[in-house]
């Protein structure tokens, strides 16, 4: 489980972070012949989301580079996050995480409130950006009773901490069913993402405790109600390829927000696409692997500058650097797809390696 120490001007952090290549998913060092993915993951989950993706034969032919954002998400520790915590401030810490690992220009893959941060780095130091993947994108302006549904999730979710020694953990149960439905729609999970729920929860329940609940509502509220949004004349500063993913059953955004949001880039004069996953909720990247991760492989061929068929066979065998962690949580290689979605929420404390 390798850290790095970082400083930035929002306090010091040590991020939990993985590095994998085509020949090892715990790499000490990215392969400098190759390109580098590094993804972001959404609020409130942790790496552990891209699963699906780390696991990809035809994508660990990069180097793919993640890590927990601060805030009390994963294995991540350090100084809070201080209250006006947000996009800007997020992406200083990812290029200071850049520099530490000594990483590339990338391509940059992100879901959710992650793609805020991304896009906020393309446009503070676009020259650190090769390509944006945008999966189910927060870029404009969130909806009112958006806000309200995050507002009602966090106060459920301090309502469950009374006090210091007191945890209702059917108050967490219902806040937990409140995010599940925006992230996933369904209150139904497959088996998949109910093992990343059992490694999240415990870890949640510690790190956002009675103690933290200003970095509860730091990470999982005002970050998403006080984001900016950015006129056109700032996204003219991005100068690499955007593909924008949405799903149609998201039940927070319509199709016409990820389309309002290709029309902006393109009068930037950004080159952008939008490809639409049918039937995918918010958080698609779990249960939809299939349908993004060769979107994905091939948006990076097209926009690499390395000859990657000469210098990256696709590996035979691969394994996810989280494949341990998800079967002790419950999960069973073959159980990930939409179509095995039979669980209903249930928080249960499984300790996870990033506990350890």
């Not at 996933?184 to 497959?190: E, L, R």
């Amino acid at each position: 489980m390798p850290y790095v120490e970082v400083t930035s001007s929002t306090g010091k952090t040590r991020f939990k972070y993985t590095i994998c290549t085509p020949s090892s998913e715990k790499a000490k060092e990215i392969d400098q012949n190759l390109p580098t993915l590094l993804f972001i993951h959404p609020i409130s989950i942790a790496e552990h989301i891209y699963h699906p993706q780390f696991c990809d034969s035809q994508l660990r032919r990069f180097n793919l580079v993640s890590f927990d954002l601060r805030g009390g998400h994963g294995g991540t520790t350090g100084d809070r996050v201080p209250p006006n915590y947000g996009q800007v401030e997020a992406a200083e810490d990812t290029i200071k995480l850049m520099d530490a690992l000594y990483l590339p220009p990338c391509h940059f893959v992100a879901m959710s409130y992650g793609t805020t941060i991304v896009v906020q780095l393309a446009v503070m130091q676009p020259e650190r950006v090769l390509s944006l993947f945008l999966i189910s994108h927060l870029c404009l302006e969130i909806h009112p009773e958006i806000a309200e549904g995050h507002q009602e999730v966090y106060d459920l979710w301090v309502s469950a901490f009374p006090d210091e020694s007191t945890v209702l953990t059917d108050v967490i149960y219902d806040a937990g069913f409140g995010n599940t439905q925006y992230m996933f729609t369904n209150p139904k999970v497959s088996p998949l993402v109910m093992a990343m729920f059992n490694i999240t929860y415990p870890i949640a329940m510690s790190k956002w405790d009675y103690h933290h609940l200003d970095q509860f509502r730091a990470m999982n509220l005002d970050c998403y109600i006080n984001r900016k949004s950015h006129p056109k004349s700032t996204l003219a500063r991005i100068n690499c390829p955007v593909k924008l993913v949405h799903g149609d059953d998201d039940v927070a955004y319509p199709v016409s927000y990820a389309e309002k949001f290709l029309r902006r880039l393109e009068e930037a004069g950004v080159e952008a696409s939008l490809f639409e996953v049918t039937g995918a909720p918010h958080y698609l990247s779990p249960d939809y692997a299939t349908c993004i991760n060769p979107i994905l492989h091939d948006f990076v061929l097209q926009n690499s500058r390395f000859d990657l068929p000469s210098r990256a066979p696709v590996p035979s065998c691969v394994v996810s650097p989280w494949e341990d962690a998800l079967r002790q949580a419950g999960w069973k290689s073959g159980d990930g797809d939409t179509d095995s979605s039979s669980e209903d929420l249930v928080i249960h404390p499984v300790v996870s390696h990033e506990q350890k």
